[in-house]
């Protein structure tokens, strides 16, 4: 799923300012699941958001929606009665769901109350990890499924730098595991550790964000 | 080693000779004295001279101006070239440079992550963004793609072929230590003419990793070289042990240096013995020294440890 965070309280009050009537539209689907931008974050924000205008001495009214899905326009439609009502949306949803909203009601502000933070899996309860950079040139058939684009900070393709803590940590942190360690385990496991003696060549970006905003063209799918 | 670069450090290795390498770290300014200062220090006490990349992932003079000093003082440089903050192009466009300015050694490394910042001593810049467009077994490629087929990355050709003596990096007590001796072996088939090990302080552990790598041949295919950090005190191993991954000193060492009188005194003589000892590993082909910021001391345990006059060839 996609992964954010609330940004801080204090951000997203400083974009309310002036405003007297606010939307705030949650997501039922990527956001929900990691607690950021579902019905009940929305309706925890609400309060929140009202309770800090109102204290800075410039109330607001506040109404709420939570979208089955944020990034689809059909969902969106339910938006329509309301959008005219209010001068400001804050969408709790990712940064796909914020610029569809923005798209359909252009004549009107919409901000992020979410950081979008990654594709991630939720590893625990109340605890999420990435898994996924969309990089758009998937290798996990040869690093054992595990993702080093992804999982190691520096991104590497043939095996784990110098930074490996003694417990098998990344040197950037310590609760976070070195993916290589992972992958090597798990190669060993297999008895296939010498696969990962194949040098793996620099890697083709151009599928990905660094070839230009990715566009997907689907011909049989056209009407 | 099949190069035929002609910079001092290959040939003093393919002489058979026991190498010495010394880092010179840029300083956090521009001010090329600082690099001259510590050219005349360390003149004549070594076979080549290594300048970091931005070390600890903080801002310092780039290492090809730093290597182009050096080179203009008549030391000869290791350029060090991470992959971290710079992609493809600007790897290539560099490497170019750093020739076309007469450097001829180059040493491929992945580099601290931007989060390091100096373990939290400097600010640094934790905020940058993350290049990594290649990897260090990738960047040697490059070097040998650039000297062997005169040709960059992509194919391109570079209009005349552009020899570096190829450097890599070895941390072979960093778990998982099994894949260790693999990884090395990957960097000497990508290119690598020779190692400059992570710092050795646990002579034993280390000598039976270069043993494996003996085992496979390796130590014939590349020369490495024992990386030897000029320890300062107790509290500066035991730090070491416990944050910079793949050093591990022995508890004896670092007891030893806490009930040392003169610790200054005892530091030099750990550091001599640590090179006598990693000079008697089968395969060990030099050592290369770093004395952080404090390359004053360095003759002087060179002299000591029967290393000098450098053989001039």
């Known amino acids: 799923m996609i992964i954010g965070e609330w940004k801080p309280i204090s951000e997203i009050i400083a974009k309310l300012l002036g405003y007297k009537k606010l939307l705030v539209v949650g997501c039922a689907t990527c956001m929900a699941e990691c607690a950021a931008g579902g019905e009940k974050e929305v309706e925890t924000l609400a309060p929140l958001l009202k309770m800090a205008m109102q204290k800075n001495g410039q109330p607001i009214d506040i109404i709420t929606k939570t979208l089955e899905r944020q990034c689809e326009e059909e969902f969106i439609e339910e938006l329509t009665p309301m959008a005219p009502k209010v001068e400001v949306i804050i969408s709790i949803a990712c940064g796909i769901g914020v610029q569809a909203v923005a798209e359909r009601f252009p004549e009107i502000e919409v901000y992020p109350g979410v950081n979008t933070t990654s594709l991630a899996v939720r590893e625990e309860p109340g605890l999420w990890a990435a898994r996924c950079e969309a990089c758009g040139d998937c290798i996990l058939s040869e690093t054992f499924g595990l993702c080093p684009i992804a999982r190691c900070a520096k991104g590497l393709l043939n095996g784990p730098c110098g930074g490996t803590r003694k417990d098998g940590k990344c040197e950037v942190n310590e609760e976070v595991d070195c993916v290589w360690d992972l992958i090597v385990e798990r190669a060993r496991a297999r008895g296939r550790l010498k696969d990962l003696l194949k040098i793996r060549k620099a890697k083709e970006w151009s599928n990905s964000r660094h070839g230009g905003p990715k566009r997907m063209l689907r011909e049989d799918l056209r009407v | ?313």
């Open chain 2, 1 to 313: 080693m099949k190069a035929k670069i002609g910079t001092n450090l290959e040939k003093v290795l393919q002489a058979g000779h026991f190498a010495v390498t010394v880092e010179v770290g840029p300083p956090r300014g521009g001010n090329p004295e600082v690099i001259k200062k510590k050219a005349g220090i360390l003149r004549g006490i070594a076979d080549a001279y290594n300048v970091t990349d931005n070390q600890t992932a903080v801002v310092r003079m780039s290492s090809l101006a730093g290597a182009k000093i050096l080179y203009d003082e008549g030391l000869e440089p290791v350029m060090q070239m991470t992959v971290r903050d710079r992609n493809r192009l600007a790897l290539q466009s560099d490497l170019l440079g750093a020739w076309a300015l007469g450097i001829r050694n180059c040493l491929c490394l992945s580099g601290d992550h931007q989060k390091a910042g100096a373990g939290g001593k400097l600010k640094g810049h934790p905020g940058a963004k993350n290049v990594y467009d290649l990897d260090s077994v990738q960047l040697i490629s490059v070097l040998k793609g650039l000297r062997d087929e005169g040709f960059q990355l992509s194919g391109d050709s570079v209009e005349q072929p552009v020899p570096f003596f190829i450097g890599a990096a070895w941390t072979p007590l960093s778990p998982p230590e099994d894949f260790r001796v693999l990884r090395l072996a990957k960097k000497i088939e990508a290119g690598a003419d020779f190692i400059q090990t992570q710092a050795v302080f646990d002579v034993q552990r280390f000598k039976q990793a270069v043993e494996k790598a003996h085992e496979m041949g390796l130590t014939e295919k590349t020369a490495i070289l024992a990386g030897i950090i000029v320890p300062r005190s107790a509290g500066m191993l035991k730090y070491m042990n416990n944050n910079v991954p793949g050093v591990e000193v022995p508890k004896e060492l670092i007891h030893r240096l806490r009930e040392a009188k003169d610790v200054q005194d005892e530091a030099f003589k750990v550091s001599v013995e640590l090179i006598e000892s990693v000079r008697s590993i089968p395969g060990i082909k030099g050592v290369h020294l770093q004395a952080i910021e404090a390359e004053e001391i360095l003759p002087s345990i060179v002299e000591k440890a029967k290393l000098l006059p450098r053989p001039k060839i």
